[in-house]
C-alpha cells in the first residue's frame, strides 16, 4: 500500500488549496478514505472522510462548508478541496487508508499572511 500526498502550500487566509493522493498497491475502490491533519502540539484529527462508493461523506465540524472531499476510482485518488482557509487550518495533512492503519507522508499546509 502507497499513498502520496501533493498540494500543500503556503496560502493567505481566505484562500484556496486543493491536496491530492495518489493511492496504489491495493484495491481502491473497496476502501473509505479519509483527510488527518495535525497542528503544530496537537494529535491527529479528522478532517474528513468518504465511503469506498463516495455516497458517505463525513466532515470535522470544524470544515464543514469550507472543505470538500472527492475520490475517483478510476484514477485511484482522492482529494481535498480547502477553500476559506484560516491560520488554524495550519498543519500536516495527511491521506489515510483508516482499515489496515496506512498514511501518507503528509503534506504541510501553512495559512498565514
Known amino acids: 500500500v502507497q499513498l502520496v500526498e501533493s498540494g500543500g502550500g503556503l496560502v493567505q487566509p481566505g484562500g484556496s488549496l486543493r491536496l491530492s493522493c495518489v493511492a496504489s498497491?491495493?484495491?481502491?475502490?473497496?476502501?473509505?478514505m479519509s483527510w488527518y491533519r495535525q497542528a503544530p502540539g496537537k494529535e491527529r484529527e479528522l478532517v474528513a472522510s468518504?465511503?469506498?462508493?463516495?455516497?458517505?461523506?463525513d466532515y470535522a465540524d470544524s470544515v464543514k462548508g469550507r472543505f470538500t472531499i472527492a475520490r475517483d476510482n478510476f484514477k485511484n485518488t482522492v482529494a481535498l478541496q480547502m477553500n476559506s482557509l484560516k491560520p488554524e487550518d495550519t498543519g500536516v495533512y495527511y491521506c489515510?487508508?483508516?482499515?489496515?492503519?496506512?498514511w501518507g507522508q503528509g503534506t504541510q499546509v501553512t495559512v498565514s499572511s
Open positions: 489515510s487508508r483508516v482499515a489496515g492503519n496506512y
Open positions: 498497491g491495493f484495491t481502491f475502490s473497496r476502501y473509505r
Open positions: 468518504i465511503a469506498n462508493t463516495g455516497l458517505s461523506i
